[in-house]
């Protein structure tokens, strides 16, 4: 390009399009970044409730760190209870300690937002409250006998994990009678 025509395009304020556009995106970029980078923001949940809860309410207690190790000072936090079936204080979500009130059977997912990101740097804790307590049923061939060993069927209303409740050793060894006489109450006449 000569010398003529640059002072041409000059003239007629051309150049200075490509450098307003050049100095927009370079500010555009470093504003990202600085006010966008929320990687160093962690979340570190402290107090959680048990993945599966049979209270309608719980606490959790966490906090925001910077670089993994700091805590954050200057931290815009927001807290949200994601599904909705209960409540939370979010003016609490700033100390780091919110109390869910209010929880319905299912699953719930609480969500803490380091800077208002929205989804984008938020850590999540995921649970399920069951307030329903599990039942068995028991039934056997006969209402009434004096055999020694009866076949019965148990169902349970919902599965057993957890490894505690009713066990047997196996199919063809299991002394329910003991198990019985531990739970079972009369009925008052």
Avoid at 81 to 107: K, M
Avoid at 111 to 135: F, K, L, R
Avoid at 155 to 180: D, H, I, K, M, Y
């Amino acid at each position: 390009m000569s010398q003529a025509s640059i002072m041409v395009y000059s003239q007629m304020g051309l150049l200075k399009l490509p450098l307003v556009v050049l100095l927009c995106s370079v500010f555009s970029l470093l504003s990202f970044i600085a006010l966008c980078d929320t990687s160093e923001l962690t979340v570190k949940f402290l107090e959680t409730p048990h993945a599966f809860s049979n209270l309608r309410s719980t606490k959790f207690v966490f906090e925001v760190l910077v670089g993994g190790s700091g805590a954050c000072n200057n931290c815009n936090i927001t807290c949200k209870l994601v599904d909705g079936f209960g409540r939370i204080n979010a003016s609490q979500c700033e100390n780091g300690t919110v109390l869910c009130e209010g929880l319905q059977d299912g699953n719930h997912k609480f969500e803490v937002c380091p800077n208002g990101t929205q989804g984008v740097g938020c850590s999540s804790y995921n649970w399920i409250v069951d307030t329903v307590p599990p039942t068995a049923n028991i039934t056997a061939s006969s209402d009434f006998t004096n055999a020694l060993n009866v076949p019965i069927n148990i169902s349970f209303s919902e599965p057993c994990t957890g490894g505690q409740g009713f066990v047997c050793s196996s199919v063809n060894a299991c002394n329910v009678s003991r198990w019985l006489t531990n739970t079972y109450k009369k009925p008052l006449n």
